[in-house]
């Protein structure tokens, strides 16, 4: 079966440090991952994806997010947590049967001042 | 910009009542859904809709009814609530169903109690 594992609950760092959040998957043929945010009382946002190509790819807000194929792991990373960062983060991983996303249960990210 | 547009924001309900919640979409998206977002489950596909005129069961469809009757609204109807509905509901889009690149938009959400 098709799953998403965000092993943390809850992560706390304080401004300024790099951040993690971690993913992992577990899927049939190639994995189409991606990274959600949502902020307090607000619908998700999308942040990045991996399709295919680079294993680093890029988002928004200076998120990235490494694709690592032998440790079935799509960790979400920062170099420099703001408190703005502070939310829930959502991992996904497209079904390749039925196209739909596979959620993980969400990570708290708390930024310290 | 409006993108995606849900209502009720908030709503008490009775058990056994039914309940319509209401998306709307200005993107004009081929793709919609209806995802419920309860504490430590994250979220778990109810029903989904890849173009006009189709829909589709999700992960939790059971109790749950849609209709895409156009390509703009996508409304969700509990026919009988129950508490275990009790939940943060949200609609979403995308550009394309079948061959969906992940790349969801999502409005603001419904927290729906029912007591």
């Known amino acids: 079966a098709q799953s998403v594992a965000q092993p943390e609950d809850q992560v706390n760092v304080a401004e300024g440090n790099p951040l993690t959040v971690k993913c992992t998957y577990s899927?049939?043929?190639?994995?189409?991952l991606f990274w959600y945010v949502q902020y307090p009382n607000r619908g998700l946002q999308f942040l990045l994806k991996y399709i295919t190509g680079d294993n680093l790819v890029k988002g928004s807000y200076g998120f990235e997010a490494e694709f690592n194929k032998s440790q079935t792991s799509f960790h979400l990373k920062k170099p420099s947590a703001l408190v703005s960062d502070s939310a829930l983060y959502f991992c996904a991983v497209r079904d390749g049967s039925n196209y739909q996303l596979i959620w993980g249960a969400g990570t708290k990210l708390i930024i310290k001042p | 910009i409006a993108g995606i547009t849900q209502a009720p924001t908030s709503q008490i309900l009775a058990a056994g009542r039914r309940m319509t919640l209401r998306c709307t979409q200005d993107?004009?998206?081929?793709?919609m859904y209806w995802y419920r977002q309860d504490l430590g489950l994250g979220l778990r596909l109810i029903h989904y809709?890849?173009?006009?005129?189709?829909?589709g069961k999700g992960e939790v469809p059971d109790g749950y009814s849609v209709s895409r009757a156009n390509t703009d609204d996508f409304p969700l109807t509990l026919a009988s609530a129950v508490p275990s509905q009790t939940s943060v509901y949200f609609c979403?889009?995308?550009?394309?169903?079948?061959?969906?690149?992940?790349?969801?938009?999502f409005g603001e959400g419904s927290r729906l109690t029912v007591l």
């Open positions: 979403a889009s995308s550009p394309t169903g079948t061959s969906n690149t992940g790349e969801l938009f």
């Open positions: 899927v049939s043929g190639n994995p189409y």
């Open positions: 993107m004009r998206h081929n793709a």
């Open positions: 809709s890849n173009t006009a005129g189709t829909t």
